[in-house]
């Protein structure tokens, strides 16, 4: 039986991430990747920056933490080999070849963005493509860290081909799923906490690659259990509730800083509210938002697309307001999220249909 709040959950927190990245890309707390703000903080405060302290800590550790529950349901139906092939297709293809069919369009603003307007200044045509293809990587982070760690979990299922570990986990109390939260801040400490910008240091702190296994490890083996659910289904108006307030004293003392920095990611104080966030979503959405309609059904088909597709729109109509227009900030604000959810849906649809274009840009063989 599907899990419709799985992927309710899913499509839901990808289309924060599309509000994210809105917001993201105009400010001014020193995040890197964005085109900046609109005057320096603290004279200009851009409190709508509050949107990134909201969503940063948890909804991409969520979003780890739910592809795990899914591999769990997934290789339950079918082999390894079969299941790794088939991630292999939609994760690695999108995410490599998918760089040289369309993401070097995004790789192409990114420089612009990063002020490298010069870039390209004497450069041969192809090697200029092949600068924009990998520039072009942006939010593909994701998806291949993710297919990395399905590599790794073949690895440690062939260590529990008993499965005793997963029934072990299952055994979990609500005691134990909180402290599990230690493992949000250990992971953490694995970044470089001062990054030199002559190394891969800056790599490394944006793939976090030990830091999203452990959610993705803990939705395989803890939160794939019904058990488990149904506990966090009962508690999850406390359990909300406390993430509220741990988010609000984060929030309130640290507003103004790089939410994105080794040294603020790796604080007790966010990696609570980071893991107190997804067990509260997780036992919402399964109280609340266990059933399908129209809208959730194409989301669901669609939210991977989306998230492939979006930051294309964000860079390019971001940077070209952000240049060449004398729009108010309120108004770029507007525009480019009316435009990031209006143009994502139509540009997803118009790749989607066209086969080769599919396969190497979504991974898909045939249309759904």
Known sequence: MRKHWLDNLRWVTVLLVLLYHVIYFYNNKGVFGGIGGFGEYPDCPQYQDVVMYILYPWFMPLLFLLAGISARYALQKQSGKQWFKARTR??????????????????FFNTLVAKNEGV?????????YFIMAFSGTGP?????????????????RALDRRGKLYQLCGKAGMVVLLLLGVLFWAGEQTLVKHPRPETLDGLWNLY??????LPFLLGYFVFAHDAVQEKLQKYWIPLLAAAVISGGALIGTTFGQDNTSPQYLGSPLNCLYGYLMCLALMGWFRARFDRTGRLAGYMTRSSFGLYIVHYLIIAALGYMMKLYTPLCPWAM?????????????LLYE????IPVVRWCVFGEKRKK
Do not use: E, N
Not at 90 to 107: D, E, Q, R
Not at 120 to 128: S, Y
Not at 333 to 342: P, S
């Open 90 to 107: 939609k994760l690695l293809v999108p995410g490599t070849i998918g760089l040289f069919v369309f993401h070097w369009m995004v790789g």
């Open 120 to 128: 390209f200044d004497g450069v041969p045509a192809v090697a200029k």
């Open 208 to 213: 976090k690659p030990l830091f999203y296994l």
């Open 333 to 345: 604000y507007l525009i480019l999220t009316l435009a990031v959810f209006t143009l994502s849906p």
């Open 140 to 156: 593909l982070w994701f998806i291949q860290v993710l297919w990395l760690l399905c590599f790794i979990l073949l690895l440690v």
């Open 350 to 353: 118009i790749l989607h249909s």
